[in-house]
């Protein structure tokens, strides 16, 4: 599966735009790009996921470059629930879903 | 609805103990998901099932670890001969099919402390 690098932290203000940024430089053709979440002593939370359009839920907006090396997870009004560790994940089409998880970017909504 | 759900939700056992650790998935999910937490670290797959079968069981770390999955319901991991390092959060998680297009939801976890 393609690496994926993250900054290992970042601080919001509370009702103000979180843009994480991901790089997956070598991402094929047949990898998707997935946004889960954590918060503290929780298991894991799905967010969004895409191929190649920007798209948009009712919890997030990602919005992956042209050449698909790089995207960005944007949480548009932060609040302090928000706050977790975010995780940008690759899957290859055929590999069953498994989820293969890097270090993710901890997250710090503040009032 | 229900979600996933794991027991126990805490362990503690002595180094060499067998554990069993129970995964119950939401209804009608036939991908079935355990991961591995340690300490302060991103999560590890361990295993997936499709129904009964594990196609994917490219992350169990030695022949200590086993799964299985009866009935396309509850699945067990066991650990055998636990050891110090074997200490972690272990995560279940459940989807309607196997497959990239398929969000995974995620139990509560298993702490499992090894002394």
């Known amino acids: 599966d393609a690496k994926t690098t993250q900054p290992p932290s970042m601080d919001c203000a509370e009702g103000r735009a979180a843009n994480l940024p991901c790089n997956h430089s070598t991402i094929s053709g047949n990898e998707y790009v997935y946004w889960y979440r954590q918060i503290h002593s929780q298991g894991p939370q799905y967010i969004i996921h895409?191929?190649?359009n920007n798209e948009t839920n009712e919890m997030a907006s990602l919005i992956i470059t042209e050449d698909r090396k790089s995207s960005t997870l944007i949480l548009p009004h932060a609040t302090l629930r928000d706050t977790a560790v975010y995780y940008c994940i690759v899957m290859i089409y055929n590999q069953g879903g498994k989820l293969i998880f890097g270090q993710g970017t901890e997250l710090s909504v503040k009032p | 609805g229900a979600g996933v759900s794991q027991s126990p939700s805490n362990k503690v056992t002595e180094k060499g103990k067998d554990v069993e650790l129970r995964c119950d998935p939401i209804?009608?999910?036939?991908?079935l998901y355990w991961y591995r937490q340690r300490l302060g670290q991103g999560l590890e797959f361990l295993i997936y099932f499709q129904g009964n079968s594990a196609p994917d069981k490219s992350g169990l770390p030695s022949d200590r670890f086993s799964a299985e999955r009866t009935g396309e319901s509850v699945s067990t991991l066991t650990i055998q001969r636990t050891q110090q390092e074997d200490s972690a959060v272990y995560l279940c998680?459940?989807?309607?099919?196997?497959?990239?297009?398929?969000?995974?939801?995620f139990g509560p976890g298993t702490r499992l402390t090894v002394l």
């Open positions: 895409g191929l190649k």
């Open positions: 209804s009608g999910h036939t991908a």
């Open positions: 998680a459940s989807s309607p099919l196997a497959g990239p297009l398929n969000e995974q939801f």
